[in-house]
Nanobody, 118 residues
Framework: QTQFVESGGGLAQPGGSLRLSCIVSSSIFRLYKMGWYRQAPGSQRLLVAAIRTDGSTYYTDSVKGRFTVSRDNAKDMVFLQMNNLKQEDTAVYYC????????????WGQGTQVIVSS
């Protein structure tokens, strides 16, 4: 059973930065397309960024130019660098293996809370 452990969230001011990390318990992590998702209070969980096995990336429009997704296949980890944070980035952030259609392939981890507030 693949598990995800997200960390790095916290309280940041608008314009600030946070770096999220996710450890994936899988011996074949390098074969997976990975996604970062977020769920704001009262909203659906949505895909924010993704990184394919070849390192190519995808970002939803609202975070383009501010967020950067990366991965370390040697450590089975995926990262999300978040710069110029905005209040609307406030959410719980999760990582997961992505299905071809963009959905999540496994059960969710506990996520990491990001609060952007002055």
């Amino acid at each position: 059973q693949t598990q995800f452990v997200e960390s790095g969230g916290g309280l940041a001011q608008p314009g600030g930065s946070l770096r999220l990390s996710c450890i994936v318990s899988s011996s074949i992590f390098r074969l997976y397309k990975m996604g970062w998702y977020r769920q704001a209070p009262g909203s659906q969980r949505l895909l924010v960024a993704a990184i394919r096995t070849d390192g190519s990336t995808y970002y939803t429009d609202s975070v383009k130019g501010r967020f950067t997704v990366s991965r370390d296949n040697a450590k089975d980890m995926v990262f999300l660098q978040m710069n110029n944070l905005k209040q609307e980035d406030t959410a719980v952030y999760y990582c997961n293996i992505m299905t071809p259609s963009g959905g999540a392939a496994r059960s969710w981890g506990q996520g990491t809370q990001v609060i952007v507030s002055s």
